[in-house]
């Protein structure tokens, strides 16, 4: 896509090419009389003057799992974002660019957020029975099988996410929950980003907490059938964390400090901020 656009860079280049233009762009808007000498960028003595110079600059936000895109997080960053995947696997990304961040100095400037899919209701039975509907669709119309084909085709890093949960032919349903409330089928339908939380109203609330300790607090969460999906969520599971915070020692579940914002594609953009 890049070759076709008229960009002949690789892929590491490209990432080496947006740190060096936002190294530009900072020194630009920070200092009056800025030099600076890339590979890609040049700046002789200029920079914003007065007033200019107090406006903030804006927020940036990146993502990606390759070793480039991560040394761009950390060096750049507001937000690092990262797709659902195993616990374990996002808590290697999220400890990865924080270790390559204190190489810069930026030990607390960076948050981490996670894009996500969602399938919630009542009981999780009802849930499974949606999910299972969607990948009975998939099927039908053979989405399902040719991606498990496409998946031989992939990126690097794609092909990798693709073969940590088909590790064995995906013959159903079934096979593609990576975790009981953590399911793989959407990417199998051609719903990116692909990971789903699917179970009750509890179940939910109860992923969320799990990512939000691998110290997580934005949430991209995207939900199909679009509005219908997105409101049934904010009605039954955000409110969870709008709630005061517990008395000090209680056993109750501790509060998540959380932003979580609600997509419903092509619907527009719904957004509900937790205080606690």
């Known amino acids: 896509m890049q070759r076709a656009l008229g960009d002949p ?7 080496e090419r947006a740190i060096e233009f936002l190294d530009a762009v900072k020194g630009f808007w920070t200092q009056e009389s800025f030099h600076y000498q890339g590979k890609y960028y040049q700046a002789n003595g200029l920079g914003l003057r007065g007033p200019l110079r107090r406006s903030p600059l804006p927020i940036i936000c990146s993502a990606g799992t390759s070793p480039a895109a991560k040394r761009l997080a950390a060096r750049h960053a507001n ?44 009981t999780d039975e009802e849930a499974f029975k949606e999910a299972k509907r969607f990948f009975d669709e998939g099927v039908k119309a053979g989405t399902v099988q040719a991606m498990a084909q496409r998946s031989e085709q992939l990126s690097d890093a794609n092909k990798a996410r693709y073969k940590r949960y088909n590790e064995k032919e995906v013959n159903g349903f079934a096979d593609l929950f990576i975790e009981p409330h953590l ?31 691998l110290g997580l607090s934005w949430f ?57």
């Open 79 to 122: 937000y690092y974002l990262v797709l659902a995947e195993r616990p374990d696997i996002v808590a290697g990304h999220i400890a990865d660019v924080k270790a390559l961040a204190r190489e810069y100095g930026r030990t607390d400037e960076i948050r981490f957020g996670l894009s996500v899919d969602v399938i919630v209701r009542e």
């Open 183 to 213: 399911w793989g089928g959407f990417g199998y339908v051609g719903i990116p980003p692909g990971f789903a939380f699917v179970g009750s109203y509890d179940a939910v609330e109860a992923n969320i907490r799990q990512f939000a300790d």
């Open 220 to 276: 991209f969460i995207n939900g199909y059938p679009h509005l219908e999906e997105i409101y049934r969520l904010g009605e039954h599971v955000l409110p969870r964390f709008r709630q005061r915070a517990p008395v000090a020692g209680a056993n109750d579940q501790q509060p998540v400090p959380l932003v979580v914002g609600l997509e419903a594609r092509g619907e527009g953009l719904l957004e509900a901020r937790g205080n606690n």
């Open 9 to 15: 860079l690789a892929h590491d280049d490209r990432y």
